[in-house]
C-alpha cells in the first residue's frame, strides 16, 4: 500500500513538472489567422501553469521564433528573433527548405514537445510539414511530437495526386505521438484512420479573443466612432474572408432588408490570404458595389485583439453564415459567445455544436445557403430586444466550458503523461 501512495505521489510530481513545449504553426500574431491567435492564446494559458513556451513560424520569408513571451499578454508585438542566412535570400517558405530551420530550433532550445498547429491553409497547402515528424525520427535527440488538425483539409500537391493527398494526412498523424482533435466529427474522422501508433485525443477550441475592450470602453461612444446610429442594426461578421463562411450570403441578405430595418455591417478582420481567398474578397468587393451598399459597410482589416473584442461587445448581433453548418472548430463563434453577442448562424452539421448551441437556445439558427432565411432572421433580431437579451446570456453560458485554463490543463495532462509512463 505504501509502495501504491509513493508510485502516486512520484507521477503527481512528474506530471507537475514545468514542460519545455514548441509550437510549430503557420500563423502567429501579428500575422491575421485564427490558427495563430489560438496558439497564441494556448502558450499563455501553458505559461501561467509554469511552463516554458516558443512558437515557430515564418514571417515576411524569414523563419522566425517567439522566444518566452506567451506570459506577457499585455504585449501586442511581441519579441522574436529571425534565422535567415545571408546567403539564402530566397525568401523562406514552407517547403522543405524549412525543416533545417525547424531543426536548428529544436537542437538549440532542447524542448520536451514539438506540437504541430496543422491547418491546411496555413501551411500554404504544401505537405511538408506533413512529413516533418517523419524526418524528425531520424535524430535521436528529437522531441516528442503532437498535432493538433484544426481541419482536416489535404493539402495540394500536384494535378490528380488523389489518394496520396490523403495519404500526406494520414503520415502526419501517424509519425506523431499525440493526435489531438478538436470536436467529435473530425475525431471520429481519424478514430476511422486506425492508426497504430499515436495516442488520439479531443481537446475542444477557446475563443481566441478575451473579453477584454480597450480601457474606458463605453458601447455608445464606440458606436459612435464607427458611424453607427443609434436606431441602426450593426450586424458584425469577424473572420477571414472565404467562401465557406457565407459573407456573400450575408450581404445578400442585407440588401433585401427594407427601410423599417436600418442597418450597418462590420466586417471584422477579415484580410484575404489564400489565393482562394484572395479571389473571394475580389469578388464580395465586386458584389458591394453592384447591390450599392459601400456605404453601408465598415471594413476594419486586421486590428489587435483589445478591438475586436470592443467592436464585438459593440455589436447588435454576429452573423455567421458558414455554408458547411456551425462548427465548434471555429473560433469566431467562440468568440461571439464568450462576449455575449447575439448569434445568428447556420445549423450545425454535428450533434456536439448543436448540444453546445442548445438546440437553438444561444444562437439563432437558420439553413446553410438560404439568404432569405437569413434575412428573415436578422429582422427578427432587429425587432426584438428581449430575444437579443435571451441569446446573449445563453452564449456566454455555452462558452464558459471552454475557458483557456481547462484547454491548458487538458494539454498539459497529456504531455505529462508521457514523462510518467
Known amino acids: 500500500m505504501a509502495g501504491s501512495r509513493s508510485a502516486v505521489r512520484a507521477q503527481q510530481h512528474r506530471a507537475a513538472a514545468p514542460l519545455r513545449i514548441a ?20 502558450g499563455r494559458a501553458l505559461a501561467a501553469e509554469g511552463h516554458q513556451v516558443m512558437a515557430l513560424t515564418i514571417r515576411d520569408g524569414c523563419f522566425v521564433i517567439y522566444d518566452q513571451i506567451m506570459d506577457r499578454p499585455d504585449l501586442a508585438e511581441p519579441s522574436f ?6 546567403r539564402d535570400s530566397r525568401p523562406l517558405t514552407w517547403s522543405l527548405r524549412s525543416w533545417r530551420y525547424i531543426r536548428a530550433a529544436i537542437h538549440v532550445w532542447h524542448p520536451d514537445w514539438l506540437h504541430i498547429q496543422y491547418q491546411t491553409g496555413a501551411y500554404a497547402m504544401r505537405a511538408s510539414i506533413n512529413l516533418l515528424p517523419r524526418y524528425l525520427r531520424l535524430f535521436p535527440d528529437r522531441p516528442r511530437i503532437a498535432v493538433t488538425f484544426h481541419d482536416l483539409l489535404v493539402p495540394y500537391l500536384f494535378p490528380k495526386a488523389g489518394p496520396l493527398r490523403t495519404w500526406v494526412n494520414r503520415r502526419l498523424a501517424a509519425d506523431s505521438d499525440v493526435v489531438v482533435s478538436t470536436n467529435a466529427a473530425d ?24 473579453v477584454a475592450p480597450p480601457r474606458k470602453y463605453r458601447r455608445a461612444a464606440w458606436r459612435e466612432r464607427l458611424g453607427v446610429r443609434p436606431n441602426e442594426l450593426l450586424v458584425a461578421y469577424f473572420g477571414l474572408l472565404s467562401r465557406s463562411k457565407g459573407a456573400d450570403l450575408l450581404l445578400d441578405a442585407l440588401s433585401t432588408l427594407d427601410s423599417t430595418t436600418p ?82 448562424t447556420t445549423a450545425p452539421a454535428d450533434q456536439e455544436t448543436a448540444a453546445v448551441l442548445g438546440d437553438g437556445l444561444a444562437a439563432l439558427l437558420v439553413p446553410p445557403g438560404d439568404s432569405a432565411a437569413l434575412a428573415a432572421a436578422l429582422v427578427r433580431l432587429a425587432a426584438s430586444p428581449d430575444l437579443c437579451a435571451a441569446l446573449a446570456d445563453a452564449g456566454r453560458v455555452a462558452a464558459a466550458p471552454f475557458g483557456w485554463p481547462q484547454i491548458a490543463r487538458q494539454h498539459a495532462q497529456i504531455y505529462s503523461s508521457f514523462a510518467a509512463g
Not at 471520429?188 to 481566441?208: D, E, F, Q, V, Y
Not at 478591438?307 to 461587445?313: D, E, G, P, R, Y
Open 187 to 210: 475525431a471520429a474522422r481519424l478514430a476511422a484512420m486506425k492508426l497504430r501508433g499515436p495516442t488520439l485525443a479531443t481537446i475542444p477550441i477557446g475563443s481566441n479573443i478575451a
Open 81 to 86: 528573433v529571425t534565422l535567415q542566412r545571408a
Open 23 to 42: 509550437f510549430l504553426t503557420g500563423e502567429y500574431p501579428p500575422q491575421p489567422g485564427g490558427v495563430g491567435d489560438y496558439t497564441r492564446q494556448l
Open 263 to 344: 442597418w450597418r455591417l462590420l466586417i471584422i478582420g477579415g484580410a484575404a490570404t489564400a489565393p482562394q481567398d484572395v479571389a473571394f474578397a475580389v469578388e464580395l468587393d465586386s458584389q458591394i458595389a453592384r447591390l450599392g451598399l459601400a456605404s453601408k459597410v465598415i471594413r476594419t482589416g486586421h486590428v489587435d485583439s483589445t478591438t475586436v473584442s470592443a467592436h464585438l461587445l459593440s455589436a447588435d448581433c454576429m452573423a455567421l453564415p458558414f455554408r458547411d453548418g456551425a462548427s465548434l472548430r471555429r473560433g469566431s463563434l467562440l468568440a461571439a459567445l464568450a462576449h455575449g453577442c447575439p448569434l445568428l
